[in-house]
T-cell receptor
Framework: SAVISQKPSRDICQRGTSLTIQCQVDSQVTMMFWYRQQPGQSLTLIATANQGSEATYESGFVIDKFPISRPNLTFSTLTVSNMSPEDSSIYLC????????????FGSGTQLSVL | AQKITQTQPGMFVQEKEAVTLDCTYDTSDQSYGLFWYKQPSSGEMIFLIYQGSYDEQNATEGRYSLNFQKARKSANLVISASQLGDSAMYFCAMREGRGNTPLVFGKGTRLSVIA
């Protein structure tokens, strides 16, 4: 199984600022996924990040707000830009390996509070 | 239509008893995977168990087992000998198709284990 280190684990930010979340995987993974979990809610997919190409965003999420980088097969970042209190959520990254349905493991999450 | 349905917002179980958390799914794909994750108050997503659509036997991982009924499209999680540390949110999720596709999550069930 892949181990995914995610940081920061939590942060309190001011409105209008940006925060970059990093995920480091201990092995190469083909795809990485970024999720948002709003308070008391389930996980919602933000985007899928493949190395060497632009991330694919889900409906309701745009690149200007959530730019993603995937410079290699073990690392990805998600930036939450121009934050507002509505962005207060847990953000989680997840990594996938192989060509078939395989287990997906998650980073430990980033609890973001925007004041 | 929801792809993953968890009808129990909250469940209580006595310590050392078994508990079943319900999950039904909706997909037209022949190949898919079903997952259960545990999310304690710390926010991390802990992988519990995986069932592939072509697996003929129900998956088991220690005290966790998955009651897979393909015709009914259900994938219930059974936790045996509940422990106080099992108190958490539990999410059922599905990954459709073959390849690196993201997970779709249910709304979750909050399990409380009572001493």
């Amino acid at each position: 199984s892949a181990v995914i280190s995610q940081k920061p684990s939590r942060d309190i930010c001011q409105r209008g600022t940006s925060l970059t979340i990093q995920c480091q995987v201990d092995s190469q993974v083909t795809m990485m996924f970024w999720y948002r979990q709003q308070p008391g809610q389930s996980l919602t997919l933000i985007a899928t990040a493949n190395q060497g190409s632009e991330a694919t965003y889900e409906s309701g999420f745009v690149i200007d707000k959530f730019p993603i980088s995937r410079p290699n097969l073990t690392f990805s970042t998600l930036t939450v830009s121009n934050m507002s209190p509505e962005d207060s959520s847990i953000y989680l990254c997840s990594g996938g390996q192989g060509e078939t349905n395989e287990k997906l493991f998650f980073g430990s999450g980033t609890q973001l509070s925007v004041l | 239509a929801q792809k993953i349905t968890q009808t129990q917002p909250g469940m209580f179980v006595q310590e050392k008893e078994a508990v079943t958390l319900d999950c039904t799914y909706d997909t037209s794909d022949q190949s898919y995977g079903l997952f259960w994750y545990k999310q304690p108050s710390s926010g991390e997503m802990i992988f519990l168990i995986y069932q592939g659509s072509y697996d003929e036997q129900n998956a088991t991982e220690g005290r966790y087992s998955l009651n897979f009924q393909k015709a009914r499209k259900s994938a219930n999680l059974v936790i045996s000998a509940s422990q106080l540390g099992d108190s958490a949110m539990y999410f059922c999720a599905m990954r459709e198709g073959r390849g690196n596709t993201p997970l779709v999550f249910g709304k979750g069930t909050r399990l409380s284990v009572i001493a």
